[in-house]
């Protein structure tokens, strides 16, 4: 997938910061110095040059700088994604009927990278329960930048008292969740869908002696070629789903063509297959000034975008 100079594709989450004993602190934000705080926890962490998770590919995510923007209620991060084995990157020059191919040669130490930023909105909207906006880049989910968080808040130990009066140590947790703010009539005045899978367990009709195969799943996948439209969507589905449970299927997902270069795949509920259901979609924010693939600083306008979409 090929990034646009001036377009980026957000992300909004909720996440929570929790410690790991009940009778200790909740883990600020931001505190004075020599205080402990999530942002002393990962400026550390960066500091030491640990701020970084080694996936099996040998692809490293590492967290790169933090800052706090005090005026803005605002922490932003800024990530790498290095590859070190990834291929060198190529470009074509086609004239008429002739093409021409330059590759782009890496030199000794680099490694291909991207980068994506991750703004936190300070201001909790619960105990403990912040808001945030994710850049989404391939290979930078925040399931993988979270093992990053994750990781420099189990180093950073702090001290509590128990209900004995006795000192002990632990740590937060930090989990972060999807903000499901789209529904499927919303997705369909821009957008239309391609197939639904149905998923059932598989039965067997021959028998493994020797015990080398485990059947788990049936699956049968159904090209959408009818008008599905946001008017129609709810009744054409819940007879389907109604036919389906008759016939043992238990999941039933839509793959719907957002309209804007991305596909999202959604779980009908088999109780309540008529409902309006809300699930987490991407914006795309456009971009005054041109934005790098991998950039060594925070872009201030990709965080003040970020900022504008939680203000929303």
């Known amino acids: 997938m090929f990034l646009e100079k001036h377009s980026r594709f957000f992300r909004q989450y909720e996440f929570t910061l929790n410690p790991r004993h009940k009778a200790a602190i909740r883990l600020p934000l931001i505190a004075d110095e020599n205080e402990v705080s999530l942002f002393d926890a990962l400026e550390t962490r960066i500091q030491e040059q640990a701020a970084l998770e080694v996936q099996p590919n040998h692809d490293i995510i590492e967290l790169m700088t933090i800052e706090h923007w005090p005026k803005q209620n605002a922490i932003v991060m800024l990530f790498h994604k290095a590859s070190p084995d990834a291929a060198d ?3 074509r020059k086609k004239a008429r009927a002739k093409v021409t191919i ?12 991207v980068s994506a930023h991750l703004v936190i909105n300070t201001v909790p909207v619960a105990e403990g329960r912040y808001r945030a906006v994710l850049e989404e880049i391939p290979g930078m989910s925040m399931g993988i930048l979270r093992l990053v968080i994750a990781a420099a808040l189990f180093e950073y130990k702090y001290d509590f008292e128990t209900k004995n009066g006795e000192v002990e140590e632990t740590y937060c947790v930090f989990k972060a969740e999807g903000v499901k703010s789209e529904t499927i009539a919303g997705a369909l005045e821009e957008g239309h869908m391609n197939f639904i899978t149905l998923v059932r367990p598989a039965e ?3 028998v493994d002696g020797a015990g080398i195969f ?3 799943n049936e699956v049968m996948k159904i090209r959408i070629k009818g008008e599905i439209d946001k008017k129609n969507w709810a009744a054409t589905f819940k007879n389907l789903v109604e036919w389906g449970k008759k016939e043992g299927w238990q999941d039933f997902n839509i793959e719907i063509d957002l309209g804007d270069k991305r596909k999202r ?8 297959e008529a409902k ?6 991407s914006e795309q924010v456009h971009l005054k000034k041109a934005v790098r693939v991998c950039s060594d600083q925070i872009v201030n306008e990709i965080a003040e975008k970020a900022l504008a979409l939680m203000a929303v």
Do not use: C, M, N, W
């Open 89 to 91: 990157p190529a470009y």
């Open 102 to 113: 330059r590759d782009s040669v890496k030199e000794e130490g680099e490694e291909q990278s």
């Open 204 to 206: 067997v009709d021959f």
């Open 214 to 216: 485990e059947p788990i």
């Open 265 to 272: 795949t959604v779980t009908l509920d088999r109780e309540h």
């Open 276 to 281: 309006e259901i809300l699930f987490v979609r």
